[in-house]
């Protein structure tokens, strides 16, 4: 029990869905009025037994409106310390409020859809990404197409040496060391999806790319493949519902890029620092 309550502490509240419609006064600090709704939306990143578990013990609901009181004197002392007028507290509330919008969004629009029909025909769709398929790569990673282009060429030449081009031209840090050779990855490897599509996408021995990531243009040589089983839905079905919702929120994403006025300015991106 005592681990929720400790996560309580730090636990941003959270309106429920269903409040009472007359809250009661649990605890004062300082004139500032602790509700039982404000009990009840601490509580919001429980699920609803282990809510009626934390709720049903007296010296935990206690334990709860401590909290909240520790928290409010802590919050109270930060604002007599002006600490949210100041510049960082300004960053820090529009970098929640974005992410909690697009949250909120994302829960109403998409989420809804994701449904186990919608998961298992992703599933047989795809099923070739849930397998034990095995491919052994090296990369060379460069920061524009134009030169991504070049070293692509240059890499193709009979006779060209991969591993020394990338460790004279990659950009990836670890081409000193590694010249360019990441090893053998898998379907379910930490990698960008592009990344993993062009590398099990090409032939033993093929170089490819550029691949456009959000790291930059890769160029990619496979120097081994296996082909393994594919596995069952119950095996991946966590990784299936999570591509699959990463896929449904990237169409969303380009449904409203369609309606909407973008710029990117290429010149002010190139020259962050």
């Not at 691949?211 to 095996?235: A, W």
Request: aromatic share 6%; proline share 3%.
């Amino acid at each position: 029990m005592n681990r929720f309550v400790k996560f309580l502490a730090l636990a941003l509240p959270t309106l429920l869905s269903a409040l009472p419609a007359s809250a009661v006064d649990v605890a004062k600090v300082n004139g500032k009025v602790i509700t039982d709704a404000d009990v009840k939306a601490s509580l919001a990143g429980f699920n609803e037994g282990q809510r009626r578990q934390i709720l049903s013990d007296l010296n935990t609901r206690r334990e709860v409106v401590n909290n909240l009181v520790d928290q409010e004197l802590l919050i109270q002392e930060a604002e007599k310390q002006k600490l949210d007028k100041d510049s960082e507290y300004e960053t820090a509330y529009r970098a929640f409020r974005r992410q909690y919008l697009t949250d909120r969004l994302l829960s109403k629009n998409v989420k809804p859809k994701l449904s186990e029909a919608a998961a298992k025909k992703y599933y047989q769709q795809n099923k070739r990404d849930y397998s034990t398929d095995k491919v052994q790569v090296q990369h060379i990673l460069l920061s524009d197409e134009k030169t991504a282009l070049e070293v692509l060429k240059q890499a193709k030449a009979p006779g060209a040496d991969f591993q020394k081009l990338a460790e004279k031209d990659s950009k990836d840090p670890s081409a000193k060391n590694n010249r360019g050779d990441i090893g053998v990855i898998t379907r379910d490897s930490p990698f960008v999806a592009a990344f993993k599509d062009a590398a099990f996408g090409a032939k033993t021995g093929e170089i490819v790319g550029p691949v456009k990531t959000q790291f930059g243009y890769h160029i990619i040589k496979v120097v081994d493949k296996s082909t393994g089983k594919i596995l069952n839905y119950d095996e991946v079905e966590l990784r299936v519902k999570s591509d699959l919702q990463r896929e449904m929120v990237q169409n969303y994403i380009t449904q409203l890029k369609k309606s909407a006025g973008v710029i990117l300015d290429e010149k002010a991106i190139t020259s962050l620092k």
